[in-house]
């Protein structure tokens, strides 16, 4: 599950084989960049604002677009996510941490288990 980013001096085919891991989850720690592959069970997640609202724990999202690095950054109301780019499961992105967190977390797999859980919380 460890993301790899390769910067190649010309067109070339890269493939992997065996099977691909589908329950990867990731440590943020508060200050810190962590890499990360965009997970396949997460595909709903479609835009950079969707991925890091997800996540909830990070103020920004990079990719890397060729030659340089592309940000999103998460301003406050009611900018939001600045610029919201398209994401794919299965590439890298690079997430500057708020906050100490393990995405995602059991409760996100599916939304049903996640409205059990809230649902179950007394007031």
């Known amino acids: 599950g460890t993301p ?3 910067n190649s001096s010309a067109a070339a085919d890269c493939y992997v084989t065996g ?9 943020f720690v508060e ?3 962590t890499f990360m592959m965009h997970r396949f069970d997460q595909s709903a997640l479609t835009t950079v604002g969707a991925l890091g609202d997800a996540i909830g724990v990070c103020s920004s999202i990079s990719e890397w677009a060729g ?20 994401v794919s499961p ?11 967190a393990t995405w ?3 409760r996100s797999f599916n939304s049903n288990s996640r409205k059990k859980t809230q649902n179950s919380v007394k007031k």
């Open 4 to 6: 790899f980013m390769i």
């Open 31 to 33: 200050g810190q960049y």
């Open 19 to 27: 099977s691909v891991p589908t329950q990867i989850s990731y440590t």
């Open 104 to 106: 995602p977390t059991v």
């Open 67 to 86: 030659t340089t690095w592309n940000t999103a950054s998460n301003l406050p109301a009611p900018f939001g996510w600045t610029p919201n780019y398209a």
């Open 90 to 100: 299965g590439m890298p992105y690079m997430v500057n941490a708020t906050g100490d």
